[in-house]
């Protein structure tokens, strides 16, 4: 396994992004070749999936893999077989995993969605160097990088508040490592009532606030209103898309940099914003490739369907051309900002908010209330009126089909009543999620008109 101090990953970091691109293509080559190297001999299944592939390859000649192929031989797919897919989850879910690594050399985590099957993934040391100095030396480097250090700084993370979900997970080993200055942290459960945050916040006075886009729009809005009195150095956002609207919007109402990453729990940090606003995808670690709906390379510029994914940093559970249903446009204009990374635009999932009489509900919040529902493969939530839903859902099974529908509709208005924005009518439709026209990806919250009567 590979092994590598912070000093020289940061290193590393700041040259990749000062080389030329097509210096940063080659290292990026023989970063593959050396990650390619280890997989075949450590992973059964990349040894199986690679029996036919020549040691002089491309990219191109490596099979793509998905997350069902990936699942249904967890086992084969990690280098440590120490390492299994029970273990991790019942890591994840224990007090140990806030205070002690997994095996004692892992840090463990799990995808999330409304599929019901969140995948488990470890990350080893090299892995989470390696990211880390991206943060700190690409994502960071408007700000202060010891901003997001709670002994020097007040940290306010509006977030869903279950430790099985990574940003919390984050935030509370942060806690146990900084005794003392717990204080410094305030985690908001983003279910809460926006003048219940905006009166925490007030109070907290946070010197950088992270949190999903959806309720740091609504919080940009209160402070252009002037209920939201804070001054932080710097606004983060991560998991959902960022619109250039709600960019706009948290610059001109807290007038520090909006930081925004493009992440997952399968391939790390892929890029991160720039102070334009723009992407930046960090191809000198991370290779995206952009294809059409039957997996093919699209042109320059092209928007794909789909992205092929590989992050030369994960030596124990390595993620090599890995598909994921995320449309992105990459394009080699200069940017204003300096940096000769490649641009990426992203036409992902867009976060939306259902306002009911004057309560407003981020579509996060139903998605994890909704994630590990027993018996649902996915499900699509559409507000055909103020106070009237659709909920469209895959079963696993016909025969689960009528007990699933009956949890979803209980889980959704608990939500609804708890949050004071009751009473609604929740309708399960006998009709699968339907797909956004743009990109064909699946949105979960969808606003639809209302059916004409008669």
């Known amino acids: 396994m590979k092994a590598i101090k912070r000093e020289e990953a940061v290193r590393l970091c700041l040259e990749g992004e000062r080389i030329s691109p097509a210096e940063r293509k080659r290292l990026a080559a023989e970063r593959l070749r050396e990650l390619v190297s280890y997989a075949r001999e450590h992973s059964a299944y990349y040894k199986k999936a690679y029996r036919e592939v020549g040691e002089d390859f491309r990219l191109s000649d490596l099979p793509p893999v998905t997350k069902k192929e990936l699942m249904a031989d967890y086992g084969a797919w990690v ?10 989850r019942a890591y994840i879910s224990s007090d140990a995993a806030l205070e002690t690594l997994y095996l004692g050399r892992y840090t463990a985590l799990t995808t999330s969605g409304t599929t019901g099957n969140p995948m488990p993934m470890v990350r080893d040391a090299y892995h989470n160097m390696i ?4 943060l700190q030396t690409r994502l960071l480097r408007e700000v202060d990088p010891e901003l997001m250090n709670p002994v020097r700084h007040k940290i306010a ?10 940003s919390y997970s984050g935030f509370l080993k942060s806690q146990r490592a900084n005794p003392g200055y717990e204080q410094n942290m305030l985690a908001i459960y983003l279910t809460e009532d926006i003048d219940v945050i905006v009166e925490k916040l007030n109070r907290f006075q946070p010197d950088l606030v992270t949190g999903y886009p959806s309720i740091l729009a609504v919080l940009g809005k209160a402070g252009q209103e002037g209920r939201l009195h804070i001054h932080p150095q710097a606004i983060a956002c991560s998991a959902e898309m960022l619109t250039e609207k709600v960019y706009h919007t948290l610059r001109a109402a807290f007038g520090c940099p909006v930081l925004n990453n493009y992440c997952s729990t399968e391939g790390g940090e892929a890029a991160m914003s720039c102070s ?10 991370v290779i995206i490739e952009s294809v059409d709906k039957d997996g093919r390379p699209v042109p320059e510029g092209s928007w794909s369907e789909g992205v092929y994914m590989t992050d030369l940093t994960n030596y124990v559970q390595p993620v090599i051309r890995y598909y994921m249903a995320d449309r992105v446009r990459i394009v080699k204009e200069a940017c204003p900002c300096g940096s000769s990374l490649p641009i ?11 306002e009911i009489g004057g309560k407003v509900l981020f579509s996060s919040s139903f998605e994890q209330a909704l994630e590990h529902v027993p ?24 025969e689960e089909r009528e007990k699933a529908a009956e949890e979803v509709k209980k889980r959704i208005l608990g939500l609804f009543e708890g949050s004071g924005a009751g009473p609604v009518e929740v309708t399960v439709v006998p009709e699968r999620p339907k797909s956004n026209r ?9 606003k639809e008109p209302e059916e004409r009567k008669g």
């Open 79 to 88: 280098t440590d077989s120490g390492v299994t897919e029970e273990g991790v």
């Open 131 to 134: 990211h880390g100095a991206l």
């Open 157 to 166: 993370s509006i977030i869903i508040l279950d430790p099985a979900v990574s």
């Open 276 to 285: 334009e606003g723009k992407f930046h995808v960090n191809e000198d670690w």
């Open 344 to 354: 990426m635009e992203i036409c992902g999932r867009e976060a939306e908010t259902v």
């Open 375 to 398: 018996g649902v493969l996915a499900v699509q939530m559409a507000q055909k009126g103020e106070r009237r839903f659709y909920i469209r859902l895959v079963p696993s099974s016909e």
């Open 438 to 446: 743009r990109g064909g990806k699946v949105k979960f919250l969808v």
